[in-house]
């Protein structure tokens, strides 16, 4: 909980002091990443505490994301438009969390994928709020008491919401829940054995994870002001599950770091050549051929070889095996 | 009455084709228990394959032939060199086989563009015939009658040849199968690159129908998906009647419930798999 709490905090004036070091094209790119980052974070929880291969979880993000779109035509408070995206794609990850949930492994994963699918093209085929031409909107983040238009602004809103999503994924994984959750994805039948509802974990995380994700697809909203039915799409459902690869599976800050380097590849690859898909697959290919946890992980090993901790006994890999204490002896 | 046989006859040629596609995803499955997502891939590279020698003045015939054969030689070298290396890593083959559908779809979209491209008809099969005051083209027949054909092959195959014997016992336990001294990788790859066949000539029979466009293999991915879930994974007979029911619901939902004839499918999936998680003809349990 203290260490949490400073955590947040050290992330919390980093994000303050990050405007005053870098360009308006950064800080504006810096934004998407933050919003991401929220996306990544909640498919990151499912996945690396759950065991949950999601390839459906756009879903989410895109509801969040009609949701704000749809409902700015009537009001413009965020206290009602955030709430409402959360929840509404909460309650369509409990809907279709009860049947997902009830899978493993690739069944779960073939499950999400035909829902999401579902819903792209429904939403690309009818002809409410645009169909395939998306839905534009002009909404700005409404406080009650100000309104924010400046880029700089909307920086600081969407890294407000990052840190407390943060630091509610925090709390939520050291709760009793999020281990009973890692439990259950570390060994299922012995949490039964123990008596433990392990669909009702997974169930909580799945509906807590798609709220999330809808948080982010409501803030994505406020950003790009426009909605499309490809933001339901496969594409957008791997661009997200790639960056959690690529920052580390398993870890709070990994698909932090993994929307980060896929937001600043993507915007400069894209730059250069029309070919950023091909590569995106490559460097996805590349980075499951040599799964070694993400860039997370390479820090951590590139920081204990900096600094090596006698304290520590640590494997090729970078993992912590067993803490010594100063006889050399495991605790 | 005309409007009836007609749809129905056109669901099933739609369902033929899914057929195709959904009876190799499903026995790769029921095997070496990956999902392969770039199935899709193989069905659009296949016709697209096609397209290119046909634009050039060859034989239907033959391109389908040639463009059947490019594809499993392009499935044996992703399987050889990505697919094979993760030998009993499900989750890893089925990422890799995910980040195969945008490597091949782009490079796709590199050589063919976005436009929407069409195989012409083989002019043998360039005609019509009429029920009663409606007409319906040959080639939809022809088909419906090549999906026919390749569900009697199946079956035989599965049921009376030693391979199928041996198919179906790796189905139920590998290792056991491994262990009585035939060659699992063989095994495997053969089957992997038969079921590429078997999508790139749904592919290629797709083409005068369905046409080729970019992000196709989304769409017949997750057809055959639903197709698969339904039937019942590792069961091509699962993804015979799956094909077939998802065929004519979807050439009905298009005419009688056209805007929300995509969520039919999906309400049917979610009915099946709330009563039979594990799909009609499903023995895997999940």
Sequence with gaps: MKKSIIVTLLLAVSICALPFVISPFVLFMLTEVLIMAIFAMSLGLIMGFGGLQSLGHSAFFGIGAYTVAVLSQYVTSIYILLPAAIILSGIFAL????????????FFLMITLAITQMLFLFFRQSDLW????????????????????????????????????????????????????????????????LGYNVKKYQIIAYVFAGGLAGLAGGLYIFKTQFASPELF??????????????????????????????????????????????????????IVLYNRGGILQLLQIVGKKLMPSKNLLVDKKGATIIELNESGKAK | MDLFIVNTLSGLTYGMLLF?????????????????????????????????????????????LLSTICVTVLALLLEKFLISRFHGNEASQVLLTLGLIFVIGDITLWIWGGDFLSIPVPSILDFSFAISESSFPIYR???????????????????????????????????????LGFNIKLIFSAVFLFG???????????????????????????????????GGLGSWKGAFIGAILIGIIDSFGKIYLPDVSVLLIFVVMVIVLMFKPTGLFGRVES
């Excluded at chain 1, 406080?143 to 602004?153: A, K, Q, R």
């Excluded at chain 2, 390749?150 to 189905?171: D, H, Q, S």
């Excluded at chain 2, 797709?206 to 055959?224: A, D, Q, R, T």
């Design chain 1, 95 to 106: 809907l279709t969390g009860l049947i997902a949930v009830r899978n493993k492994g690739i």
């Design chain 2, 20 to 64: 195709l596609m959904a009876s190799g995803l499903s026995i790769v499955f029921g095997l070496m228990r990956i999902i392969n997502l770039a199935h899709g891939s193989f069905f659009l590279f296949g016709s697209y394959v096609a397209y290119a020698m046909i634009s050039r003045g060859m034989n239907f015939w033959l391109a389908l």
């Design chain 2, 141 to 179: 027949l022809f088909v419906i009658a090549i999906g026919i054909i390749c569900a009697v092959l199946l079956w035989y195959f599965e049921t009376k040849t030693k391979v199928g014997m041996i198919i179906r016992a790796g189905v139920d336990d590998m290792e056991m199968v491994g262990a």
């Design chain 2, 196 to 230: 590429a066949a078997l999508a790139a000539i749904g592919g290629v029979l797709s083409g005068p129908i369905l046409g080729m466009y970019p992000k196709m293999e989304f769409e017949i991915l997750v057809n055959s998906l639903v197709i698969v879930l339904i």
């Design chain 1, 233 to 286: 799409s496969v594409h957008m459902a791997t661009t997200v599950l790639i960056m959690v690869f690529i920052g580390g599976l398993g870890t709070l800050f990994g698909p932090v770091i993994g929307a980060g380097v896929f937001i600043f590849l993507q915007n400069y690859i894209s730059t250069m050549t029309d070919r950023w898909s091909l590569i995106m697959g490559l460097l996805f290919i590349v």
């Design chain 1, 130 to 193: 645009g169909g395939a031409d998306g839905l534009g909107t002009s909404v700005k983040p409404n406080l009650g008491f100000m309104e924010l238009v400046s880029p700089l602004s909307l920086f600081y809103f969407a890294g407000a919401f990052f840190i407390l999503s943060y630091f509610v994924l925090r709390l939520f994984v050291n709760s009793p829940l999020g281990k009973g959750l890692k439990g259950v994805m570390e060994n299922e039948g012995r949490m039964i054995a």
